[in-house]
């Protein structure tokens, strides 16, 4: 479970900042956001296994904003953005692992539904609420059914590299098939994605690798034929 008692010293410093410059302050500052994009990624002194990580939005007509990511409890009440002062920047700190890959949504103006009042299928789609971070170009699609939504992507600094997950157009394309699955045991149907590698015979010898992927993670459907 992430930390939250630190500050962004970005958003210390602007603080200061605002008391003396006013307004002027925070456009600048945001200027500069825009240029290097979201969320702020800031060192921790002295600790070099975790990463101050600020997710900011900035808008009129804004009651709240909720951070919402598998990385933390979906609580929306706990992960509210905060406002700073009397302007419209909203803005929230995570203590996270340095080593971090993770996604991420952002809910503008978001019910505050907790996680009691929620039925279990709304618990189960609460990671598809709200929208992609508009300063945030790395984005991955998740796909659940006839379901689908994309997320922004956020890379901390000791991740580790993940080359396979980049398209390379080099490399032959394999073969995926969608399938429905019925489950007694739960009463539903189920979507399966199967991949097959190039050159893949179904009457040819077997293959004796199977490999599982939970497909709401890993979308085959839209871009593991290229990988």
Known sequence: ?????????????????????GLTALDTFWVKVCEQGTPLIEPVADDDR??????????ADVHNVVAVSPAWPSVPRDNRLGRLRDTDLW????????????????????PLAGARTLTPEQVANRLSVGQTDPLNARTLAT???????????????????QPWSAPQPATP???????????????????????????????????????????????????????
């Open 1 to 21: 479970m992430p930390h939250t008692q630190l500050s962004s010293p970005q958003l210390v410093a602007l603080h200061r900042r605002l008391r003396t410059h």
């Open 50 to 59: 975790h990463t101050l990580v600020t997710f900011l939005w900035r808008g």
């Open 91 to 110: 803005h929230k700190t995570y203590l996270l692992p340095s080593d971090l890959h993770f996604t991420y949504r952002l809910s503008v103006n978001d």
């Open 143 to 161: 796909q659940v059914g006839a379901t689908s939504w994309t997320s922004s992507l956020a890379c901390l600094p000791n991740a580790p590299a």
């Open 173 to 227: 394309r394999g073969v995926v098939e969608e399938f429905s699955l019925h489950s007694a045991r739960l009463g539903n149907e189920r979507h399966v994605w199967v991949y097959t590698p190039p050159e893949y015979a179904s009457d040819g010898e077997s293959y004796r690798l199977l490999v599982l992927f939970d497909g709401e993670t890993l979308p085959f459907s839209r871009s593991a034929a290229s990988r």
